[in-house]
């Protein structure tokens, strides 16, 4: 869901993990926090109530005196655990460092290590770092703080943080350089600048250059007036940038040429080639097994389908820890759903939810809606749950063509889903479809039909798994609330004109007024030409009153104020 943190928890592994974080300026906003969640230190030298004043104004948020992001890293490897030698934790049994003074001998170690950003009042400045808290006393002022070359030795990919194919310091391709042969490297990019400088210095000794160079120095004795001697074409040259290898290595950009066009810088060539490549730069990044934790925010927006979930699972592979927030179904189609977190925001309150494992064959089946319908409305608030495709064929047109100024339920974070896994619907798949959806944290809507047999048991079992049930009327079902109140003349005219279309109308026979409504919905369920006989009816008679209110009812039960967990629908008025 929008705003429910997975790019705040992106951001705070990068702060922690990757070493180029405390390059950058540091983030006042990082400070920003909701009052009951800020830390203060009052024994902090300095102001420590600088996080005060913006709790004197009337609002939930203020500014904390430091924010900070702590990780416990595991499996280090003997680099990385010979350079935090003194700042080993024994691991416990839950992966989290172990406070036991007996702990096993034989257990594995660990090292926390915590991001702090924080703001000096008396200097107007922000400060940010990572240390270990080990062996840190913050309360003190007293930090053992991480050196940059051990963060290095943290195998941390960052993927869509910057460009592909950079060989600037800052970029994945020139961590693989340097990682494949340094030595190499510095030699290739020695010659690079001496071949530039070269090129540059040739430059001014162009005649056509010379000639122009020579006559603006000439021209109102300016060649006299910034030498003591007479300043000429052959004194001047051009660089690159300011002459450094940096800041040559920013001014250069990769190049491709594929197709026709020509060679084109790579931000011409769009977002779906920057994408790809980034992940491809990650992928290699990652080729030492169980080494590489990888971190990608969005991931997936700048692709493809086929891409998305190829290039994440390739991720998922290739690396001991992927940690992908993602706005699409086919990012998360890579992952077993055991993997997938899903983290939602209601009424400003954060919470995460995963699946269960399931326990019976029951909820393994149910387990089939998560890739065809649960993951693509992943950034949906609400889930309307109907019994079978035809339902779901009658709400989404019926929605799509609400008349002008209607509201649609996707303006209300409702997305209607199908309970249907494959093996037919109905009310005891939406009792189940309901059940998966809520470990999800979505707020679940089940639309079921009048149908006696749920009556009693089998209606509380489904309230149980759901925020709101509506239902309509006994013996009412979604053909019949098509039909229902509809004029005997106007649907005499629209089931003729649908019928004869599809070759059924030899199927309808010549029913009497009375008999009319039954013969339409015994055909429309045999048939399920849902679809086609609701853009008659639209056409005809405007939107059948019980579809309306129907689509009401969902809008009003997306509120999380609705007062009724049970809706049961009222018949409109009987054929005329």
Not at 429 to 451: K, N, T, Y
Request: proline share 5%; charged share 20%; with cysteine.
């Amino acid at each position: 869901m929008p705003r429910a943190g997975r790019s705040d928890i992106i951001a705070a592994l990068t702060r922690a993990l990757d070493p180029m974080s405390t390059r950058s300026q540091p983030r006042l906003y990082d400070l920003w926090q909701s009052a009951a969640d800020a830390p203060t230190q009052e024994d902090v030298p300095g102001d420590a109530n600088s996080s005060k004043d913006a709790a004197t104004q009337d609002t939930s948020l203020v500014r904390a005196d430091f924010a900070e992001v702590e990780v416990t890293l595991g499996n280090l490897g003997r680099d990385l655990e010979q350079a935090c030698d003194g700042f080993l934790e024994p691991q416990g049994p839950d992966g989290q460092p172990s406070d036991q003074l007996d702990s096993d001998a034989e257990a594995e170690f660990c090292v926390r290590i915590t991001y702090r950003v924080a703001y000096d009042a008396p200097t107007d400045t922000l400060d940010h770092f990572v240390y270990f808290p080990l062996t840190s006393n913050p309360a003190a002022g007293d930090f053992a703080r991480v050196p940059i070359r051990t963060r290095r030795l943290m195998p941390v990919v960052i993927v869509g943080d910057s460009r592909p194919l950079q060989v600037r310091v800052e970029g994945t391709l020139r961590k693989l350089l340097q990682t494949k042969d340094a030595q190499a490297t510095t030699d290739a990019l020695s010659r690079f600048k001496d071949a530039i400088d070269a090129a540059t210095s040739d430059l001014a000794l162009e005649p056509v250059v010379a000639a122009t160079l020579d006559a603006l120095l000439v021209a109102g004795a300016a060649g006299r007036h910034l030498s003591e001697e007479l300043l000429t074409s052959s004194e001047v040259t051009f660089r690159a940038e300011d002459g450094s290898l940096a800041g040559l290595l920013r001014a250069i950009q990769p190049a491709l040429n594929l197709d026709d066009a020509g060679t084109l810088t790579l931000q011409c060539h769009g977002s779906t080639v920057e994408a790809v490549l980034a992940v491809a730069e990650a992928l290699l990044a990652t080729e030492p097994p169980g080494t590489v934790v990888a971190i990608a925010d969005d991931f997936g927006d700048g692709l493809d389908t086929a891409s998305a979930e190829h290039l994440a699972g390739a991720l998922r592979c290739s690396s001991s820890q992927a940690w992908i927030s993602t706005r699409r179904a086919e990012v998360a189609r890579a992952f077993d759903p055991s993997e997938l977190l899903r983290l939602t925001r209601h009424e400003g309150i954060r919470a995460f939810h995963a699946i269960q494992p399931p326990v019976d064959r029951k909820e393994l089946a149910s387990l089939r809606l998560l890739h065809s319908q649960l993951l693509p409305a992943l950034t949906c608030r609400t889930l309307v749950l109907v019994e079978g495709p035809h339902d779901l064929t009658v709400f989404t047109l019926a929605d799509r063509r609400r008349p002008p100024g209607g509201v649609p339920l996707s303006a209300n974070g409702i997305r209607v889903v199908s309970a249907d896994s494959g093996m037919g619907g109905g009310t005891g798949q939406v009792e189940r479809a309901a059940h998966l959806a809520r470990q999800l944290g979505f707020r679940v809507i089940a639309f079921i039909d009048g149908s006696s047999k749920w009556e009693g048991d089998g209606q509380f079992r489904i309230a149980a798994e759901t925020d709101v049930l509506i239902r309509l009327p006994a013996g009412y079902a979604i053909e019949r609330a098509l039909t229902s109140g509809v004029d005997a003349l106007a649907l005499r005219d629209v089931a003729e004109t649908v019928f004869a279309t599809y070759g059924l109308l030899d199927s309808l026979g010549t029913p009497s007024d009375d008999d009319l409504e039954s013969a339409v919905v015994s055909l429309l369920h045999r048939t399920g030409i849902h679809g086609p006989f609701l853009e008659g009816l639209l056409s005809e008679i405007g939107m059948p009153a019980l579809i309306g209110k129907a689509l009401d009812a969902m809008a009003a039960a997306a509120s999380r104020n609705t007062s009724s967990a049970s809706v049961l629908l009222d018949a409109p008025v009987s054929n005329s």
